[in-house]
């Protein structure tokens, strides 16, 4: 079983900085490709990031490429989002999910966490 756990959400300025993380319960992890998602009020649940089980690929949405990074630590089981140059558009629950392989649809994850909130202010 893979759970993950997202942390690191909070209200930030617009131009600040978050990191956030997701912890993945399993002796699994590494084999798991890992997306971001997020879903603003009202919105549909959108990709944000995605990266394979090695690190060595990574892909993003065209609203957060080159502000946003993923990365991951296979020896820690979790995997980040550095967010710089954040704007108000930005803000909505972010989403960790996991699968096998690398893939940009919401519907192809089969495990996903609860959530964190990002607030960013004007």
């Known amino acids: 079983q893979v759970q993950p756990v997202e942390s690191g959400g909070g209200l930030v300025q617009a131009g600040g900085s978050l990191r956030l993380s997701c912890a993945?319960?399993?002796?699994t992890f590494s084999s798991y490709a890992?997306?971001?998602?997020?879903?603003a009020p009202g919105k549909e649940r959108e990709f944000v990031a995605t990266i394979d089980w090695s690190g060595g690929t990574t892909l993003y949405a065209d609203s957060v490429k080159g502000r946003f990074t993923i990365s991951r630590d296979n020896t820690k089981n979790t995997v980040y989002l550095?967010?710089?140059?954040?704007?108000?558009?930005?803000?909505?629950?972010?989403?960790?999910?996991?699968?096998?392989?690398?893939?940009?649809?919401a519907l192809d994850y089969e495990y996903w966490g609860q959530g964190t909130h990002v607030t960013v202010s004007s």
């Open 82 to 105: 550095q967010m710089n140059s954040l704007k108000p558009e930005d803000t909505a629950v972010y989403y960790c999910a996991a699968r096998i392989t690398i893939a940009l649809r």
């Open 24 to 27: 993945v319960s399993g002796r």
């Open 34 to 39: 890992m997306g971001w998602f997020r879903q």
